[in-house]
């Protein structure tokens, strides 16, 4: 009898604690495409998993003297608590998903953190949805269908998945299986070409107004919740909000890494900021920065190599050890206590208050 078995038989069966518990042990591995796997991780504890569908883990993955961290988004359904799975793209040249296709496997060990995000369905009475995606920004939507499905909640979901190909419409078979049984899910594939496909029995090409105004009529009553690279999501967020989709009603994920480019201070309208002294100690170069603004906006302006990825304190790629000195941080659920009291911090959401050391 395993250890989660025991306990849910007595009851008693332990939750993930995002605070205090990081490992995690990779206990399935599973080829989605000819270039997307999923990869399932468990708790070594039998612990069980409390997270929103749309929510995403930041995983440190031990490559090398460093280790490595990304986020992924979730992808299984919050109803299987027992586990939690996230797909991943091979990316030509990508470092992280490389070496998760080329070495992950069952048994393996990993650090993760989360739950976190905020690409959640909004709760309520509102059930109609267009589900908006892109390559692999479909993992989110895809745990946000499969927890209407596990609820048997009655909604009224528009789907619609652009990829390059008819083969790269990642979860394909399974959102034909989800649509047989959930009455509500209508389904719209999008690839840009038939290539390796020619008997492609639907439309192709890019979303556009006038796809979108033919394939979701009634969308201005929707609302829209968007996922996939940043050309994809500008396309959208400019047509829904021509077809009639109020801003309050579009909701978009996003892991690109974001162009920070502050504006200078205009002196004659904003007061005189401090200037402090910011030191990369490994890389030994040493910056000044302003008080208004970000280690991490610095830090890109000086050709400081420093990883970043969502830039405004959700995602953790940019943990830094701070040596010494203050900051202000503003972070959005990123970093957890403990990590704060040992002294890390956010640079993509801290300014300084005084000279700084970092470890990086």
């Known amino acids: 009898m395993d250890i989660e078995f025991a306990q ?21 591995v599973h080829q989605e495409t000819h270039d997307v796997k999923s990869f399932t991780f468990a708790s070594p504890e039998g612990k069980r998993f409390n997270f929103d569908a749309g929510q995403y883990f ?11 961290a990304r986020c992924y988004s979730i992808s299984s359904s919050p109803h299987r608590g027992n586990a939690f799975t996230v797909t991943v793209k091979r990316v030509p040249g990508g470092k992280v998903s490389n070496w998760l296709h080329d070495n992950m496997a069952a048994g393996m060990m990993v650090r ?19 589900l908006l ?17 596990d609820r048997y909640a009655p909604s009224d979901i528009v789907f619609l998945h652009g990829a390059r190909t008819p083969s790269d419409l990642i979860f394909r078979h399974d959102l034909s299986g989800l649509a047989t049984r959930m009455k509500g899910l209508r389904l719209q594939f999008l690839p840009e070409t038939v290539a390796g496909e020619p008997d492609w029995p639907g439309l192709t090409g890019r979303i556009s107004l006038e796809y979108l105004k033919l394939a979701v009529p009634d969308i201005a009553e929707r609302v829209v919740m968007c996922c996939g690279p940043a050309p994809f999501m500008a396309a959208a967020r400019s047509i829904t909000a021509a077809l009639g989709v109020p801003a309050s009603n579009y909701i978009e994920e996003s892991f690109d890494a974001a162009v920070i480019d502050e504006p200078g201070l205009d002196v004659e309208q904003q007061p ?24 991490l906006a610095a830090a890109k302006k000086g050709s400081i ?22 900051v202000e ?12 009291d040992a002294g890390m911090f956010l640079p993509c959401c801290s300014k300084p208050l005084s000279d700084l050391v970092i470890d990086r």
């Open 58 to 68: 930041l995983f440190d993955f031990p490559m090398g003297p460093d280790s490595e």
């Open 112 to 130: 993760g953190q989360g739950p976190l995000g905020h690409f959640i369905r909004p709760k309520g009475e509102k059930t109609k949805f267009l």
């Open 329 to 340: 941080m503003n972070h959005n659920g990123g970093i957890r206590q403990r990590e704060i």
């Open 133 to 149: 995606s892109g390559g692999s920004g479909i993992t989110p939507v895809m745990s946000i269908t499969r927890d209407l499905a």
């Open 305 to 326: 190599r420093l990883p970043s990825s969502c830039s405004n304190g959700m995602c953790g790629t940019c943990k830094s050890k701070l040596v010494s000195g203050s």
């Open 272 to 295: 005189a900021q401090k200037v402090h002294q910011v030191e990369f100690s490994k890389q030994k170069r040493t910056l000044q920065v302003s008080s208004d603004q970000t280690v």
């Open 8 to 28: 849910m038989q007595r009851g008693q069966a332990a939750v993930w604690d995002p605070e205090h518990d990081e490992m995690l042990v990779c206990i399935d």
